[in-house]
């Protein structure tokens, strides 16, 4: 692929944000990447960005490592990890963690699925902690989904979220 063009995977990299929230946000702005087989991942398609459609990209989800700040260049964007239990009437221990970086629009977000869910916690975050953080609160409980979970005690989900974040160092 010529220099015109950056690998969404990159682009993420640089971004400080995931791939998977890039193609999100790529398909609301009706992008469509361009697919290409690359050496470099073993004959596999990758999707690239032109420099334009970067720009687009990078206007919609805000600060790029291009220039690091105290957020996105210190090791990803920061934030907030959450806790959210779905239904806490019908189903008190199916659970949801994440990152966000604005936990009432990701609320909004939550509760066209799930109209009843509320947030139990939130701890200043890092994007990049998000997988960690989700592995350890999460241990032995039952996967349902990507990010959800089913526990017997919410308390100790939220307790696991503590323990997890007293350990971490502070965000800015």
């Known amino acids: 692929m010529t220099t015109d063009f950056i690998s969404v995977i990159d682009a993420a990299a640089r971004l400080g944000r995931n791939k998977e ?14 697919k290409q087989k690359s050496s470099g991942a073993r004959g596999q398609r990758i999707s690239y960005l032109s420099r334009e459609q970067l720009e687009l990209l990078k206007n919609e989800v ?51 699925a799930a109209p ?9 975050s890092k994007h990049l902690w998000e997988k960690t953080a989700i592995d350890s609160i999460a241990r032995g409980c039952e996967r349902l989904h990507t990010e959800v979970f089913r526990t017997d005690s919410i308390a100790e989900i939220e307790e696991r979220g503590k323990a997890f974040f007293t350990l971490m160092p502070e965000v800015e």
């Not at 929230?21 to 361009?34: D, N, S």
């Not at 008190?92 to 939550?110: C, N």
């Not at 009843?116 to 200043?124: A, F």
Request: charged share 20%; with cysteine.
């Open 116 to 124: 009843l869910c509320q947030v139990v916690e939130t701890w200043p």
């Open 21 to 34: 929230h890039l193609f999100k946000v790529l398909k609301r702005l009706g992008i469509e990447p361009t």
């Open 62 to 112: 805000g600060t790029s490592n291009d220039q690091p700040t105290g957020g996105a260049g210190a090791g990803g964007a920061s934030g907030v990890f959450y806790l959210i239990q779905l239904e806490p009437d019908h189903d008190p221990g199916r659970f949801k963690l994440g990152f966000a970086s604005s936990i009432d629009e990701r609320l909004r977000a939550h509760r066209t």
